[in-house]
C-alpha cells in the first residue's frame, strides 16, 4: 500500500477514514469512521497521533488508518479506555512521522533526530507584558543556550522562537517535534524575538543522539559582591555566597539566592521555591540586590506590570513572570 500524506486533505478533522487490523484475534476486519482531533500527543516527545472514532480494539496496533483514496494516513497504536476495549477514542500515528522513522531505518539502521542545542519553555500569558514585542502567548522561550548549533548561529537566553523552517511556533511541544524531524545537518532558518524586534538566524542542526549530553557548564569565576539581604517581591533574596553554596548545594557562582518565601506571595503560588537561584531579571544579568532593584525600577518606568525573571534550580532554568504590585 502507499502512504498518503498525513497533512493533506483526506486526514482533516472531520474526514472519513477506515481502520484495519486483527481485533481480539478476530481475524481481518475494517472499521470507519472519522478523524476526531489531529496533532494529538500522549507520552512521546515526537508523537503526533490522527485521533479517530473508527474503532480500534486489541490486536489492531500495527495496522493501517486508510484515507478514501486507499491511503495509508496513519498506523494504529494505541486507544483511551476505562475497560481495554473500543470507547471511540482511537490514535493512529500520522504518516508523517512513520515514513520518516521507516526511511531513515532502511538508511541508517538507526533513528537520527534534528538538535537544535537549547533549553525552552512556554510563553504563559502572564509573561506577555514582561517580553517586548509579544502580543499573545506564542513561541518558544529560550531559557539556557548550551555549547551547540544553537549557540553557533547566535542564539541567546530570552529570545523567543517564533518561526523555524518557515512554520510558525505555537509552543515547545510544536518546535521540538518539527526540530527532531528535521535532517541532521540541514541549515534552518529560525525567527527570534529578542529586545522587541525579530532577527533571523541561521542553524546548522545537530544530532540529538550524540549531542542531547552536551554539559551546561556553569561559570567557575567568583563573584566580587558583598553579602546583602533584602526582602522584595516576596522573596528574600541574597547574592550567592561560598556558604550558601554549601548550604544549597549550588554549582551557580553569581546570582540572587532565594532564602525564604512569603507563603501568601505571587512567587509562592508560582512554585518558587527556597534555594532557587535567580540570575536575570528583565532579561539581564543580576548579582546584586541594587542590579535586581535597577530592574524593577527600568521595569515600572517603562510602564510594565510584571518583570521575568531567570530562576535556575539544580541546573535547569525557566522563566517566571512576577507582578510587581507586591
Do not use: H
Request: charge should be negative.
Amino acid at each position: 500500500m502507499e502512504f498518503g500524506d498525513s497533512n493533506a486533505v483526506g486526514a482533516r478533522v472531520g474526514d472519513w477514514v477506515m481502520a484495519m487490523g486483527n481485533p481480539l484475534g478476530q481475524g481481518f476486519s475494517v472499521s470507519a469512521g472519522i478523524v476526531s482531533a489531529r496533532n494529538r500527543s500522549l507520552q512521546g516527545t515526537y508523537d503526533d497521533y490522527i485521533q479517530t472514532d473508527a474503532a480500534i480494539n486489541r490486536g489492531n496496533s500495527g495496522g493501517p488508518l486508510f484515507n478514501m483514496d486507499g491511503e495509508v494516513i496513519g498506523v494504529n497504536t494505541a486507544i483511551l479506555s476505562p475497560n481495554g476495549g473500543s470507547i471511540g477514542i482511537g490514535f493512529a500515528m500520522s504518516s508523517a512521522v512513520v515514513t520518516n522513522v521507516v526511511d531513515q531505518l532502511i538508511e541508517f539502521g538507526e533513528t537520527r533526530r534534528g538538535w537544535l542545542g537549547v533549553r525552552i519553555q512556554d510563553v504563559t500569558p502572564d509573561m506577555i507584558d514582561a517580553i517586548d514585542g509579544l502580543d499573545m502567548a506564542r513561541g518558544a522561550l529560550v531559557t539556557d543556550v548550551p555549547a551547540g548549533p544553537a549557540e553557533d548561529a547566535g542564539m541567546l537566553s530570552g529570545d523567543v522562537i517564533v518561526n523555524f523552517d518557515s512554520v510558525a511556533i505555537e509552543d515547545t511541544r510544536e518546535l521540538v517535534r518539527i526540530v527532531g524531524n528535521s535532517p541532521v545537518g540541514k541549515e534552518v532558518p529560525v525567527t527570534v524575538l529578542r529586545n522587541g524586534e525579530l532577527n533571523e538566524l541561521t542553524v546548522v542542526l545537530g544530532r540529538r543522539e550524540t549531542s542531547e549530553a552536551v554539559a551546561f557548564p556553569a561559570s567557575s569565576e567568583e563573584p566580587e559582591i558583598a553579602p546583602e539581604d533584602a526582602e522584595i517581591l516576596g522573596l528574600m533574596l541574597s547574592p550567592v555566597t561560598p556558604e550558601l553554596s554549601d548550604q544549597y548545594g549550588l554549582d551557580i557562582a553569581e546570582g540572587l539566592v532565594i532564602t525564604a518565601i512569603n507563603p501568601s506571595s505571587e512567587a509562592a503560588s508560582k512554585g518558587l521555591l527556597e534555594g532557587d537561584v535567580i540570575t536575570e531579571a528583565g532579561q539581564q544579568p543580576v548579582a546584586a540586590i541594587t542590579d535586581l532593584e535597577s530592574r524593577i525600577q527600568e521595569a515600572k518606568d517603562g510602564g510594565r506590570k510584571s518583570l521575568l525573571m531567570l530562576v535556575r534550580r539544580g541546573g535547569d532554568p525557566r522563566f517566571v513572570a512576577l507582578p510587581l504590585d507586591e
